[in-house]
T-cell receptor, first 113, second 112 residues
Framework: EAQVTQNPRYLITVTGKKLTVTCSQN?????MSWYRQDPGLGLRQIYY???????DKGDVPEGYKVSRKEKRNFPLILESPSPNQTSLYFC????????????FGPGTRLTVT | AQSVTQLDSQVPVFEEAPVELRCNYS??????LFWYVQYPNQGLQLLLK??????LVKGINGFEAEFNKSQTSFHLRKPSVHISDTAEYFC??????????FGTGTSLTVIP
């Protein structure tokens, strides 16, 4: 089954404790992206990657890091999480070549206390 | 940067009635436009998209949207809604296919 998977689905952590949210897709898509969803703000793009070793900032990259060492994986790293990063995070992938249809993962709900 | 405005945060509508969810975007340059649906506790799923060509686009589940360049709008419509259409709907725009800008969402509630 074609899908985007995220782990963990739920995470509660404390301020300053480094964490990684993993994202993996099995569709051989070149493009991957991370978003955060907050009430009243909709989805905002954090980072995106056009292909392996190519990453670019989205609208709200501060406090986040990403890496793209393999085509299928695109982890999101919070080196020193803060309470304002409490949010619902979505990973998405997309085939390049003009379709522009993004496939979203199920989401990761992160709480930073 | 683009911006997307979804003026209606909540839209209640009776079952089998028509519905229109409004979306306006900021730029008049060439853009790609999308509507996504999010059911409770799930990720987003593409409903329809406008890339070029006909300004009326049809999507899944009986939804359609019309691209209006002069009004920079991309309103979503369905002639007759069902209970199963209750969900959050997001309009999105991209001018590059790389960066995407989403609206704040419209919560559609279908009343039996």
């Amino acid at each position: 089954e074609a899908q985007v998977t995220q782990n963990p689905r739920y995470l509660i952590t404390v301020t300053g404790k480094k964490l990684t949210v993993t994202c993996s897709q099995n569709m051989n898509h070149e493009y991957m992206s991370w978003y955060r969803q907050d009430p009243g703000l909709g989805l905002r793009q954090i980072y995106y990657s056009m292909n392996v070793e190519v990453t670019d900032k989205g609208d709200v990259p501060e406090g986040y890091k990403v890496s793209r060492k393999e085509k299928r994986n695109f982890p999101l790293i919070l080196e020193s999480p803060s309470p304002n990063q409490t949010s619902l995070y979505f990973c998405a992938s997309q085939r390049t070549g003009g379709s522009y249809e993004q496939y979203f993962g199920p989401g990761t709900r992160l709480t930073v206390t | 940067a683009q911006s997307v405005t979804q003026l209606d945060s909540q839209v209640p509508v009776f079952e089998e009635a028509p519905v229109e969810l409004r979306c306006n975007y900021s730029s008049s340059v060439s853009v790609y436009l999308f509507w996504y649906v999010q059911y409770p506790n799930q990720g987003l799923q593409l409903l329809l998209k406008y890339l070029s060509g006909s300004t009326l686009v049809k999507g899944i589940n009986g939804f359609e949207a019309e691209f209006n360049k002069s009004q920079t709008s991309f309103h979503l419509r369905k002639p007759s809604v069902h209970i199963s259409d209750t969900a959050e709907y997001f309009c999105a725009v991209s001018d590059s296919g790389n960066q995407f800008y989403f609206g704040t969402g419209t919560s559609l509630t279908v009343i039996p």
